[in-house]
């Protein structure tokens, strides 16, 4: 029951979450400046275009849209549209928004799950070996190896491939610019991060009393470390689920960019750029249903990590 509720308080707070943010991406697109509509009566002016043409043309472009309608009225059938999944037709493609969307999720999913686990697994096992090995040499140039690929600009370099890429210096293999180099800069972005916190919670916990004694009794190393990981997962899992995903939502943005990958990214940015307001809604709803998924998976994760932390407790 505890775990049901926790489930439940946590769908309430992303319908809310929801709610609170489709208004307000509404709101910024229909009661701001169309830079579109503005571009395209710019070049009908510019050519000579008659007033009354300019005038047609930008009373065909807001219905096409559905913005001639009252301001009420669109809110209305968009909020009901994204509740029930009927996204309607984007304006850029004419095609289906919630196919395109899933559609793009699924292309990022191919290279973003593969960086996430690499990413997690070594900055976890390179944190906990750093903490629990600090004179190790080892250790050093480990620790100094992550923080500089989390330093160096891999986008640059990946930019840098990409245009020896075009010119016809290198070549451009399909799996290795749309999926290999895209998920390792990814993992080089959140390495750095988890690492870091990885280490810091694995020295807090490798001086603990319960440590020292399960040293004593004679435990090898791997028990040790086992130990000390069960005790940092929590927060490290924490962060694994805030500041990893914050940066992913960027890395995903410039990877795509980048290398003009069909995914999510790439496909909000375009939405942005054509004010496409269906895609736009329907990407940022799914950006809500994973942060809401992400947090009652985390809450869940606790009591499996440390069965003394309760679902009251969360």
């Known amino acids: 029951m505890r775990i049901l509720r926790v489930v439940a308080w946590r769908a309430l707070l992303g319908l809310l979450s929801a709610w609170t943010v489709l208004t307000a991406v509404f709101a910024l697109f229909t009661l701001t400046e169309d830079w579109v509509l503005e571009q395209r009566l710019g070049a009908l002016k510019w050519r000579g275009a008659e007033e009354q043409t300019v005038d047609r043309v930008a009373e065909q ?9 009252p301001l009420w009225a669109q809110y209305v059938d968009w909020l009901g549209d994204m509740l029930t999944l009927e996204w309607g037709t984007s304006f850029r493609v004419g095609e289906p928004v919630f196919p395109l969307v899933v559609g793009s999720v699924a292309r990022t999913a191919a290279y973003v799950l593969p960086a996430l686990v690499v990413a997690v697994a070594a900055g976890v096992s390179l944190g906990l070996y750093v903490a629990l090995n600090p004179e190790s040499r080892l250790a050093d140039y480990g620790l100094g190896t992550a923080y500089a690929l989390f330093a160096v600009p891999n986008f640059w370099i990946g930019g840098l491939l990409v245009s020896l890429a075009a010119g016809g210096v290198v070549a451009r293999p399909p799996l290795l610019f749309g999926y290999v180099l895209p998920a390792l800069l990814t993992a080089t972005t959140i390495l750095g ?24 009794k004679g ?22 689920f805030t500041e990893v995903l914050a940066l992913l939502v960027l890395a995903v943005f410039v990877v795509e960019v980048l290398f003009g990958i069909e ?13 496409d307001l269906p895609v736009l809604l329907g990407g940022t709803l799914v950006i809500i249903a994973v942060g809401v998924l992400g947090n009652v998976a985390q809450d869940l994760s606790y009591g499996v990590l440390d069965p003394r932390v309760g679902t009251d407790k969360r």
């Open 263 to 275: 995914g999510f990214g790439l496909l909000l940015f375009r939405s942005v750029q054509e004010r």
């Open 219 to 240: 435990a090898s190393k791997r028990r040790v470390g086992a130990h000390v990981l069960r005790n940092a997962a929590i927060p490290v899992l924490s962060m694994v």
């Open 61 to 69: 472009y807001l219905a096409a849209r559905g913005f001639d309608r």
């Open 193 to 216: 991060g988890v690492v870091s916190y990885a280490r810091a919670y694995s020295v807090e916990y490798a001086s603990a009393e319960f440590v020292r004694l399960v040293t004593a």
